[in-house]
């Protein structure tokens, strides 16, 4: 039985070479001008490399973190697949990849949110509700964010609708079921992961706003900043919130072999 643990990482890296080949075969031509294209693409490599790492890295941790870490790969890997089809959309038609943006996000999304509940189960015994209401909070987020830059609504309605999601999640993290247990574990490598992933949520997801902000409510950024905007915050969400997990997998796995 023990192949097992290696049969997800392994058929997830036997797919990246065909999603490189057709990230690099995309039906348009890259201006080497196109500040924004060159950011796609940036970020498309950079989390599939981020996504290999985190397999790999899934094989040398112990018990349910390895879990943990294989979601933060699919976390990086369903970025990828987004990111290489919204440099093409760009590139092809000089267009904002609203709708694949949002859907690359409501898939990422729920799985960052999974990754609370793993590191807690992990360590911890945590009930199954405080996934859903993490959960539940990203569906709020999400759909008030679209709904408003896609026009369906006022823009200031979808804010309001998405800041109410956002802050639903940090009360969770920060004082509900989540964060009790947190703080009740005893583990310290599962109270560093959380505090830091906690800090991402709170300061590294305040990026997204604050460009819905400039680029729908005040006009203070064309289209073109806007999503220079989203695609950073992407890379260093993402991509920072797999590798506190790793560290705080590996701290915990060198601490259990003493």
Not at 10 to 15: H, K, N, P
Not at 19 to 29: F, P, Q, R, V
Not at 126 to 136: K, P
Request: glycine share 10%.
């Amino acid at each position: 039985m023990s192949f097992l643990k290696y049969l997800i990482p392994a058929t997830l890296l036997a797919g990246l070479p065909a999603l490189a080949y057709a990230g690099s075969h995309a039906s348009g031509n890259l201006d080497p001008s196109d500040g924004v294209g060159i950011s796609f693409w940036i970020i498309s490599i950079a989390m599939v490399a981020a996504t290999v790492f985190f397999l790999m890295e899934s094989l040398r941790v112990k018990g349910k973190w390895r879990t943990s870490l294989v979601v933060g790969s699919l976390v990086t890997l369903v970025a990828a697949v987004h990111y290489f089809y919204m440099r093409d959309v760009w590139v092809s038609t000089g267009a904002s990849p609203t709708v694949f943006r949002y859907v690359d996000w409501i898939i990422t999304v729920p799985l960052q949110m999974i990754e609370f509940y793993l590191i807690l189960a992990a360590c911890t015994a945590i009930a199954g509700g405080v996934f859903w209401r993490l959960f539940v909070g990203s569906l709020v987020m999400l759909i008030g964010g679209y709904m408003g830059e896609a026009g369906y609504i006022q823009p200031f309605v979808g804010f309001i609708i998405g800041m109410a999601g956002w802050i639903y999640i940090l009360f969770g993290l920060f004082s509900g079921d989540a964060g009790q247990a947190a703080a009740k574990s005893g583990n310290r490598s599962l109270k560093t992961a959380f505090s830091a992933m906690r800090i991402i949520v709170t300061i590294g997801w305040a990026i997204y706003p604050l460009g819905y902000v400039f680029g729908y409510l005040t006009g203070g950024v064309d289209a073109n900043a806007l999503n220079i905007i989203y695609n950073l915050a992407d890379f260093v969400n993402k991509i920072a919130f797999g590798l506190v997990i790793w560290a705080a997998a590996m701290q915990n796995t060198r601490l259990s072999s003493r």
